[in-house]
C-alpha cells in the first residue's frame, strides 16, 4: 500500500500528477454536438455464404461442418444437403471489402482440416448489421439464424 503525505500530490512513477488541492479542469460539449463513431472502427457484418457442388455423402458434409464450427464458434448456422450447404454468421470488420474478403477464404482455407468437400463458393451476401434487423423488421429478411447450429435444409 502506498502512502501520501497530507498536503502532497499522489505520484505515479516519483512525478506528481498536480498539486493537492488543485482542480483539474473540465472541458464540455457544445449543446447539439454528436458523438460519430470513427469510421475506422470494426463493424459487425451478417454474412451468408453458399457453396456447392457434386454430391458428397451427408454424414461427412454434416461432419466436415460440425468441425469448422467447432474450430471457428462465431459460426451461427450451417444447412446442408449433399451437395450444396449454406453458411450464416457474424464477421466483424471495417468495411464490407474486408468482411467479404474472410467470407471467400473461409471455404477453401478450411476445406483441408474441417474435412469439407471440394465445392465451390457460388453466392456470397454480406449486409451491415443495421440492414440485417432492417429486414428482420419488415419481414422480408431471412429469417433469425436459429435453431444455432448445423441442420439438414
Do not use: C
Not at 83 to 101: F, K, P, S, T
Amino acid at each position: 500500500m502506498r502512502r501520501v503525505r497530507p498536503g502532497a500530490a499522489a505520484s505515479r512513477d516519483g512525478v506528481a500528477s498536480r498539486p493537492a488541492g488543485e482542480e483539474r479542469a473540465l472541458t464540455s460539449v457544445a449543446a447539439g454536438d454528436r458523438y460519430e463513431e470513427p469510421a475506422d472502427l470494426p463493424r459487425l457484418w451478417h454474412v451468408t455464404l453458399s457453396v456447392s457442388g457434386k454430391e458428397a455423402p451427408l454424414k461427412e458434409v454434416r461432419r466436415g461442418l460440425e468441425q469448422l464450427a467447432h474450430d471457428h464458434p462465431f459460426l451461427l448456422t450451417s444447412r446442408y444437403a449433399n451437395d450444396h450447404a449454406e453458411i450464416r454468421y457474424w464477421e466483424e470488420a471495417r468495411d464490407l471489402h474486408d468482411a467479404a474478403a474472410v467470407a471467400l477464404r473461409l471455404w477453401g482455407e478450411h476445406r483441408q482440416t474441417a474435412k469439407l468437400p471440394p465445392w465451390e463458393i457460388v453466392g456470397l451476401e454480406v449486409i451491415d448489421r443495421e440492414t440485417y434487423h432492417q429486414r428482420l423488421a419488415e419481414g422480408y429478411g431471412p429469417p433469425p439464424a436459429s435453431p444455432v447450429g448445423v441442420h439438414p435444409f
